[in-house]
Each structure stands twice: as C-alpha cells, then as structure tokens.
C-alpha cells in the first residue's frame, strides 16, 4: 500500500511538469485540471489550437528539460482573493476556487510555475526523469458532454529507470497483441463511423461470443437460475423510481414515443424486478434465482471509447437474486466460488478479491448499509477466501465485491461483481409471504462474471494473444492436403468430426502445403491435419498444433479422443 502511495505522488508531481511545460510552450492554453490515476496520470487542457499527436516528443523534451533544472517543489495555503487574482484569465481555476471550502487555497510551485493543488509532491523536479507520455484524447469540462471540449494528454511515471523500461516492455507487448489489432487479423470483430462505439461481430467473434454465452448458461442452469429477457427500452419513470435516472442520466439515450419519455436500458436491474413483482410469491420460492444476457446501451464520452474495452452498447451476464436474510450468506458463497470456477476455466490464476463499502452519494440510511455489508464480510470470512477493503467504492444502492484478475502480460482487470441490495425492494414495494403467513420485503442480490461481454472478450483476445483454446476458437481444426488427390480423402475426413460437434474448415485452395500450414499458422488454428499420399494409403491422419509440434500416423479413432478432451 505504501508502495502505491509512493507511486501515485510520482504521477501527481508528473502531472505538474506536463502542466509546467505546456506553460512554457505553449503559454495561451488554459490548465484545467491533472490527477493521478490507477496507471499514470492526466491533465486536461484548452489549447489556443489542438494539440497533435506529433507534437507530443517536444511536449516530452520539455518536460525533461524542467526536470533536468532540479527545482524544488513547494506547496503553501493562500487567500482565495489572492488565487482569483492569479487565475483572473481561467474561468476553470476561478470555478475551482469558488467552490472549494474554506477561505484558503493550495498552491503548488516549481520555480516560476504554480497550480491550484491540494498537495502531495516530490520534493524536486530531478525525480521526475521516469515518465512516459502515451497519447492525446478529447474530453469535457467536469466529465460534462455539455460542457467545454477540452483535451487530454495522458501519461505515466515511476520512481526509478528500472520501473518505466519495465513498463515499456509489457506496453510494447501489449501494443502487439492490442485487441483491436488482433481483432482485424483474426476477423472477429470491427467498428463502423455509422455507429462509433457500437461493435460488429463478424462470424468468427460470433462464434466465440456464443461460446461465452454457452458455457455460463450451462453454470447457471446447473445452479438453479432461470433465464429471463427483459425490454431494451422502458419508461423513464422506471428508472426514476430505481434512482438509476439520476445517477445516471448522462449516459442514458432517451427517446419520445406517444408523448411519453423512454430510456433505453442502461442496466437491466429495473426489468428483472417487475418480472418479481408480477405475482406474488412464497417464502418456499425463495431463493429466486434470475439470470439475462441482456443488452444495455450507454452513452460514453466520444473520447473514452477504446475498442471492446469501452463501448456503448453491450451485453451483461447478469443475475438478480431475491431472497430471504438467512440465505444472503449462502447465495454470496454460490457466486463467489462461481466467479473463480470462471477465472479457472479462462487460465486466470492471480486473482484478488475486494470488498467495496458506502460511496458519498448512495441511497438508503447507515444502518441497511452496515448491515449490508456486514452480510458480504461474512460470506467471505466463512468462505476462507482473502480480501481488501475498498472504503467508499460500492454502488449507490450497496456495497459490493469485485474481483480482479490478472492477464498473462500482468495486468489487472476488474470484471465480475457481486452487490448487495437492501433498497430497491422498499423502492418497488417488493415482498414474499414468510413462513408464519407475514410479509416481508426480499434481499436482492446483484451478481455478473463476465461483467460486459464485450469487455470480457476483449480481456482474452489480449490475455491468449489471439491463441484461442481449443474449445473456444472459432475453427478448431483445419484440414490440409498435400495435393488436390488427397481432396475426398480430407472432405470426407472433415464431414466426419462436424458430425461429431467440431468446427472444421478444409482448406481447398491451391497453395502448396507450406502456403495452407502458413495460413491456418496465421488464423491461430489450434490443430492442423495434413493428409498426403501416405495417409489416404494407411487410412490415417498427421496431427500438426498451433505451435509446430506434430504427431504422425493417427487413426480416427485417435483423433477423435484427442478431440474430445481437449474440447472440455
């Protein structure tokens, strides 16, 4: 922890150096405001003229430059009219200031530049020589689409050389197995200016999407969840009733219809619960156990799209769960040793769980919330599994756990999640009949694994490095002959294992053999069977993998074991 701490001081210093040296370079732009983040640090600007992507090597020099000057970095409270003097020019510090407490303001200085700060700094610029700028975006003013365009320069920071060539080497490769990238070569998927932030699945991403979808369903039924599908678009006093509207009205689309206001679905929370509440129920029905792939739409900030990473429609594997107190322990257990089966099965190994408590703006009073959270901590402490606690985290309705996961190139991801609900039963006047004939209002229990499909998808892309398991590539074996004589013989062989339930392409092109190894190489086929002159005669088979290694004289029968296991 002290280590973080350590590094996200390294970042916020960082952050005022790009500030220092775009003030120098360019002295018309206004400075709006440049935190540390999870991975490095931000600072967004109005520039008299957009920056470009070239012009971020000089930005760069610069900022070397004021670090190679060795000042000092002070940081000292002053008078409110004092800052409102200094920033008369920028409308953002002056907004800023105005709405901070108190009569005073931080100021933090290098030399001759200084920004509104409110402190947590290096104590000179000579260690700030580890930093790495990585891109520009665009932005808002206070995250508000309606409000000033700005522009972000994003960038990262380490206390030590060691650290950034680190850092350096797990970006390159993780610039070469980029999702996006793979997803072109691999013909997965792809984006279109008609609907930016909308993804198209070709067939192959299809494939895997539903090889996703498959295998969840399959968990779910075999732990009692009943599917259900909701509405993509609802009534937008749904969500008001839900509190969604107003946590999240920015990043919903609205649309008129009938002079009524709908919202499409920004989460599927709303829809599951009217399907509860369509009938009364049973203490002896409980715990209800309701699951949906269900599409949710998001209006993201045009700047922060990324690729499946961040887009704005998706689909969540979600589950709401209503039942009783006593089974919150019971259900939370269930789901968390659900989540790590799933973590299993994709080979993710390093896995850290986190217990998130109260965020400032949350519904419901301390008392629910306590109690809420209470239920989660015991689930995890019975369950002898590891955690941390995340203060102020959770969701505005209740505390929650979420799971990070770490890729093969040692990154985190944080996918599935599990929250607890005590207020959305008492928002929509939810209840079951107890066992002594009483009414009683039900826990709800919101739990995804995958999170966002799409993201997810994403996550392995770049975690296999396009190397599909067998059991999830879209074509799992390619047939090759040698010569177009060993044709019927590899057809024929090719019919038998779709039979069977494999996905079989026969490679019927006139590339000689090293062309068509080249190709299916190229398309991370997992297994390659190369049938010549030599096995049509013995009726057999060359088993050739992804990675080179071969096995020679198979018969069918072999195969299809082969195939089998490793299909599970």
């Not at 004092?82 to 709405?99: C, G, H, M, Q, V």
Request: hydrophobic share 35%; glycine share 6%.
């Amino acid at each position: 922890m002290e280590q973080k701490k350590d590094v996200s001081i390294v970042r916020h210093s960082a952050a005022h150096l790009l500030a220092h040296a775009i003030s120098e370079l360019y002295p018309n732009t206004k400075l709006t405001i440049g935190p540390a983040t999870a991975d490095g640090f931000f600072y967004d600007f109005l520039p008299e003229k957009n920056f470009k992507e070239a012009d971020l090597p000089a930005i760069a020099e610069r900022m070397r430059e004021i670090a190679e000057r060795g000042l000092p970095l002070g940081h000292k409270q002053i008078s409110k009219d004092e800052a409102r003097k200094l920033y008369k020019d920028n409308p953002f510090k002056l907004e800023i200031i105005d709405n901070l407490e108190g009569d005073t303001v931080g100021l933090a200085t290098q030399g001759d530049f200084y920004d509104l700060c409110k402190g947590g700094h290096v104590d000179n610029t000579n260690k700030l020589k580890n930093f790495k700028l990585l891109g520009i975006s665009g932005s808002y003013w206070r995250a508000d689409r309606k409000g000033q365009p700005l522009q972000r320069i994003t960038g990262t920071a380490f206390a030590t050389p060691k650290e950034l060539r680190i850092y350096e080497k797990r970006r390159e490769e993780a610039l070469k197995y980029d999702h996006r990238k793979l997803g072109r070569e691999l013909d997965l998927f792809s984006f279109n200016e008609a609907g930016p932030g909308f993804p198209f699945f070709h067939p192959n991403g299809k494939i895997i999407f539903n090889l996703l979808i498959q295998y969840l369903r399959n968990l779910l039924d075999h732990a009692g969840y009943k599917e259900i599908s909701t509405p993509a678009m609802l009534n937008v006093e749904l969500w008001k009733q839900s509190g969604h509207y107003d946590h999240y009205r920015d990043n919903m689309y609205f649309s008129e219809i009938d002079e009524t206001t709908y919202a499409v679905k920004p989460m599927n929370c709303p829809g599951a619960i009217l399907i509860y509440k369509s009938h009364p129920h049973s203490y002896r029905e409980l715990p209800l156990r309701l699951s949906e792939f269900g599409h949710v739409h998001r209006h993201e900030l045009s700047g922060v799209l990324h690729g499946l990473f961040r887009v704005r429609s998706f689909t969540q594997d979600d589950a709401h769960v209503f039942c009783t107190p006593d089974q919150i322990e019971t259900e939370i257990i269930g789901m968390v040793t659900m989540a790590l089966e799933v973590f299993k099965k994709f080979d993710f190994k390093d896995i850290r769980v986190i217990l998130s408590t109260k965020p400032d703006k949350a519904m419901g009073d301390d008392a629910l919330w306590e109690k809420a959270t209470a239920a989660l901590r015991d689930a995890l402490n019975h369950a002898k599994i590891p955690y941390e606690v995340h203060e102020g985290e959770g969701a505005f309705y209740g505390p929650k756990i979420d799971f990070l996961i770490k890729d093969s190139m040692d990154r985190s991801w944080q996918c599935s999640t599990v929250q607890l609900d005590f207020f959305q039963a008492e928002n929509f006047d939810l209840w079951y009949v107890t066992n002594e004939g009483t009414k009683a209002r039900p826990v709800i229990i919101h739990r995804a694994l995958y999170g966002s499909l799409e993201r997810f998808f994403g996550i392995l892309i770049e975690h296999y490095k396009g190397k599909f398991p067998f059991w999830l590539a879209p074509t799992q074996i390619k047939v090759l002959s040698i010569t177009d004589e060993q044709m019927p013989y590899a057809q024929e062989l090719a019919k038998k294992l779709k039979d069977a339930g494999f996905r079989v392409v026969v490679d019927e092109s006139s590339d000689p053999i090293s062309g068509k190894i080249k190709n299916a190489q190229l398309q991370q086929t997992p297994w390659m069977l190369v049938v010549g002159a030599k096995e049509v005669e013995g009726n057999t088979i060359t088993l050739r993998y992804r990675d080179g290694k071969q096995e020679h004289g198979l018969t069918y029968d072999d195969l299809l074991r082969k195939a089998q296991e490793a299909n599970r």
